[in-house]
Structures are given as structure tokens and as C-alpha cells.
């Protein structure tokens, strides 16, 4: 039957960038990508080379967008997408921070900060207020993809992809902040036509 047809959205965050390899708090900070990430994302882009991307969204940070330009090798026609509101999460002061000294020098505050809900780091954004942009963009893209009958991928940062993986796989607040490693998945989650 043809109304059964599935699209298929891909997600994955930017491989490893200079702050990634220094363990520092990146949020907004422009950091670009390593060798080690430039590798890493040729290996992803072979990952995804049979299969059919035709819109792809990124945020506007160079991390992200070389991750996507690797894909694009393959998939030239792809339509591509920069939206802000998949930036990764502002770490406000901490931003250039070293993750491993903070964690030693504030070892109360580094778990509320690092991976918290509710509690926004020091003039930074809370995983709400993440989530909240990240879901009005998610909209979106599954309204676009379904009037398009188009499948999509979406290159973002650990925080901004955490609330789209709670959102399919129906995760609490407290299991989405657990997520950890999954820098070099490839999310595939199905959409009805």
C-alpha cells in the first residue's frame, strides 16, 4: 500500500572539534573540527553514501557544517538548511572553561551544570530552554519532510541532538541526560509518509 511509505530522518553530532580534544565547555564558541574529526566524519559520510538525503540541516557553527560538508561529498543535490536553533546549548561563563579543572575545583556544581535539566550553568541556557527551541525546529522538519516526501538528516551537538532522541524514543528528562557516547552514531528514525 502506498500511504505505508516510510521517510527516513537521520541525526549525528559533529565529530570530534579542537574543544572536544582540549575537554572544553564549547556551547557557542566557533571551534572547528580536528584532523581526528575530519577522519571521523569521512567515516560517517561512507556510513550514510546509499542513502537517499535529500534536505539537510545544520547549525550555524563551523563544527557542524564541515561534519555535513563530508556527507555532501555524496550527496551533492541535498538541499541544505542552516537554523540557529540547533545551536548547541550556551554554557554562558563556563564557555573556554576546561571541563577536567572545573570538575576538580567544583566538584558540586560540575554534575549540575554539566548535566542538569532544569539548572542552566552561569548566564547560560537551561536543557529546557534547549529543548524547547530544539522541538520547535523538529516540528518542522517532520511537517517539510512529509509535504516534500523527502528524507532528511540533521548535523547538531550533543545537547541540541538530545532532546530529538528523547522526543522519538520517549525518554524521561533524567534518561536524556544520561545520554553519553554517542558522537559517532547515526540516528535513523522513521517517518510516515
Known amino acids: 500500500m502506498k500511504g505505508d511509505k516510510k521517510l527516513n530522518l537521520y541525526v549525528l553530532i559533529h565529530t570530534e572539534s579542537r574543544y572536544n580534544q582540549k575537554r572544553l565547555f564549547s556551547g557557542h564558541i566557533d571551534s572547528v573540527l580536528t584532523s581526528k574529526g575530519h577522519n571521523q566524519a569521512e567515516s560517517l559520510a561512507k556510513k550514510l553514501f546509499k542513502k537517499k538525503i535529500e534536505l539537510a540541516f545544520t547549525s550555524p557553527l563551523k563544527r557542524a557544517k564541515q561534519t555535513l560538508k563530508h556527507i555532501l561529498k555524496y550527496h551533492p543535490e541535498t538541499k541544505v538548511f542552516i537554523d540557529k536553533r540547533i545551536i548547541e546549548r550556551d554554557y554562558g561563563k563556563l564557555s573556554r572553561k576546561s571541563k577536567v579543572k572545573y570538575k576538580k575545583e567544583h566538584p558540586d ?3 549540575v551544570y554539566h548535566r542538569s535539566y532544569k539548572t542552566p550553568p552561569p548566564g547560560g541556557e537551561s ?7 530544539v522541538l520547535s525546529f523538529l516540528k518542522e522538519v517532520i511537517e517539510k519532510m512529509k509535504k516534500e516526501k523527502k528524507n ?42
Not at 152 to 170: D, K, M, T
Open 127 to 133: 536543557m529546557v530552554e534547549v529543548e524547547k527551541r
Open 109 to 111: 556544581l560540575y554534575p
Open 152 to 193: 532528511a538528516l540533521i548535523v547538531a551537538h550533543s545537547n541540541s541532538i538530545r532532546p530529538i532522541i528523547r522526543y522519538f524514543e520517549n525518554l524521561s528528562p533524567d534518561e536524556m541526560m544520561k545520554l553519553e557516547n554517542y558522537r559517532l552514531k547515526i540516528f535513523n528514525y522513521k517517518i510516515d509518509a
